[in-house]
């Protein structure tokens, strides 16, 4: 392996791995096509394999199992490529054959590295999950996803990423605990994280739409003018993202809050505190009358004359989201056309705005 040598005619034939392998091949096929031209389709299917395992809810012993795999199927393949590369640069000239190596080496010692301090922890921390998972009742499935939300502080997390809870989280704690108590309940009983995630979202969806309802016509325009100004802001930097929110598809994190203005999210804070401050403790108003949904309807119809999908978009933005820009367009004008409705049925069509984007 070490040495330069001439290949024999008798060595010269035999199948493609095998002349990889002995380094008969050029120095430019074996390293541009077995080397790096392999590598990238490896990495493509290893990204396709990690979008698909993404949208599913994995046992953690078939986690384990698909890692495990990886761990013997990556180290042959790098081996074959290795080798046949060293052999083949031993073959080409004094320089090649030394500075090929020492590159060879010194990309080993930094995979080495890698796989040291963070597949190797990575896999071990799997074949903990797979083992405790494992050494459940015979025939219980344990959905890895609702087991971590189970942890310690782990739901709170999870609640506070639901852009509602979250708000309600900062602006009246009090009113937030007894969400994280019903979730609990919720949680012990849920058979799949799935389906605890439907629920709910499907809860919080319902409890904004009676803090609207409930909250005085007058409370509502601090809060849908920051929401305008806010949507405005994501469909400018991320229409992707935008679409993400009202469609109640997006995490808030503290790199979201980063790129949204302050200013407006005191707003929302402010607006939010009022109608939720309104709502518990006032008695609940007339709901809206005839004149709040005819104003909604004359403002969605003047907006389909120039965009057909507009009530689609607006009534389930979550099936639209592959024209995230179209859907971000469509809420920026509605509501701005809303607010732009004189004082008293504003604030009225506003109170009925959560039940007609939902459709209702």
């Excluded at 393949?77 to 090649?96: C, D, K, N």
């Excluded at 083992?131 to 219980?140: H, L, N």
């Excluded at 009202?246 to 505190?273: I, K, N, S, T, Y």
């Excluded at 024209?323 to 607010?339: I, N, P, S, T």
């Amino acid at each position: 392996m070490d040495r330069p040598h001439a290949i024999s005619p008798a060595e010269t034939g035999g199948h493609y791995l095998r002349r990889h392998w002995r380094g008969e091949l050029s120095l430019a096929r074996t390293f541009w096509l077995d080397c790096v031209l392999l590598n990238l389709l490896c990495a493509l299917m290893l990204t396709a394999l990690c979008l698909v395992l993404a949208g599913e809810t994995l046992d953690p012993l078939l986690a384990a199992s698909v890692l495990l795999a990886l761990i013997v199927l990556v180290p042959a393949l790098w081996a074959w490529q290795l080798v046949g590369l060293w052999r083949s640069a031993r073959r080409h000239g004094q320089f090649t054959g030394v500075v090929v190596p020492l590159l060879i080496l010194a990309g080993l010692a930094q995979t080495a590295y890698v796989v040291r301090t963070d597949v190797y922890p990575a896999f071990i921390s799997s074949f903990h999950q797979a083992f405790d998972a494992s050494s459940a009742p015979p025939g219980q499935y344990v959905d890895a996803q609702l087991a971590k939300l189970r942890q310690p502080g782990q739901l709170d997390s999870y609640l506070r990423n639901i852009p509602l809870y979250y708000l309600v989280h900062q602006v009246d704690p009090d009113e937030y605990q007894p969400i994280l108590g019903e979730a609990m309940r919720s949680l012990e009983q849920a058979s799949s994280f799935s389906e605890f995630d439907e629920l709910t979202k499907q809860t919080a969806s319902n409890l904004s739409v009676a803090l609207a309802l409930d909250a005085p016509a007058s409370t509502q325009t601090t809060f849908w003018q920051a929401m305008l100004e806010i949507t405005q802001t994501l469909q400018q930097d991320s229409p992707q993202d935008c679409a993400g929110l009202l469609a109640d598809q997006l995490e808030v994190d503290q790199r979201l809050l980063a790129r949204l203005p302050a200013d407006a999210m005191a707003r929302l804070q402010q607006g939010f505190q009022e109608m939720v401050g309104a709502a518990l403790h006032t008695p609940a108003p007339t709901p809206p009358g005839a004149t709040a949904l005819a104003d909604l309807d004359d403002i969605l119809g003047r907006l389909q004359e120039h965009r057909p999908n507009a009530y689609d978009y607006i009534s389930n933005p979550k099936q639209h989201l592959d024209d995230a820009d179209g859907v971000c367009q469509v809420h920026v004008e509605f509501y701005r056309q809303v607010l732009a409705l004189p004082a008293p049925r504003a604030g009225e069509a506003l109170r009925l705005l959560p039940t007609y984007a939902q459709g209702g």
